[in-house]
T-cell receptor, first 113, second 114 residues
């Protein structure tokens, strides 16, 4: 998707290991979001950021942390991965955070074994 | 055309039919609504949005209807094509609450057969 890149696209990791997913944008948008997508649940917000070093929790933040040291990068860390965190993770960006749609990345498929 | 009165996870239509996908939103304070389309293996893609001061908004082959009285949103797709096959999500947001993230519905899978 234009202006937003997620890495890696796929990852398999073992239970108990830390994992970091990266979201990179070239749009200079202020707002960035991490969602997870699971069958039967749709997209659920994990954390979001409204500026450099400004972050807040979403609906399903337990077990996750985020960091935003630069406008263009928003990192999602699973401190100690569990099988329940097997999911597809989407990053999204927004210029104003309200009244606008988001632009989504292509997703990261994470499998915790 | 085929429609669903309540939210159903799947909708199957024939090519050329009109499709109607419904969504019930939860927050009466929500005043901005969006429909997204998600194709297999891709991220959601913006289709159309509507603000609460409107009842209807039209795009290219798509129309969104908003009924605030019953907190109901619908997406109409005219002359549905096989390329419209995807999962469709509605999302809501309160405009007046800065920084509040979009809340997504569970999605409806649209299957178009030719």
């Amino acid at each position: 998707d234009a202006g937003i890149t997620q890495s890696p696209r796929h990852k398999v990791t073992e239970t108990g290991t830390p994992v970091t997913l990266r979201c990179h944008q070239t749009e200079n948008h202020r707002y960035m979001y991490w969602y997870r997508q699971d069958p039967g649940h749709g997209l659920r917000l994990i954390h979001y950021s409204y500026g450099v070093k400004d972050t807040d929790k979403g609906e399903v933040s337990d077990g996750y942390s985020v960091s935003r040291s630069k406008t263009e990068d928003f990192l999602l860390t699973l401190e100690s991965a569990t099988s329940s965190q097997t999911s597809v993770y989407f990053c999204a960006i927004s210029e104003s955070g309200q009244g606008n749609g988001y632009t989504f990345g292509s997703g990261t498929r994470l499998t915790v074994v | 055309g085929e429609s669903v009165g309540l939210h159903l996870p799947t909708l199957s239509v024939q090519e050329g039919d009109n499709s109607i996908i419904n969504c019930a939103y939860s927050n009466s304070a929500s005043d901005y609504f969006i429909w997204y389309k998600q194709e297999s293996g891709k991220g959601p893609q913006f289709i159309i949005d509507i603000r609460s001061n409107m009842d209807k908004r039209q795009g290219q082959r798509v129309t969104v209807l908003l009924n605030k009285t019953v907190k109901h949103l619908s997406l109409q797709i005219a002359a549905t094509q096989p390329g419209d096959s995807a999962v469709y999500f509605c999302a809501e947001s309160p405009l007046k609450q800065a920084g509040t993230a979009l809340i997504f519905g569970k999605g409806t899978t649209l299957s178009v057969s030719s």
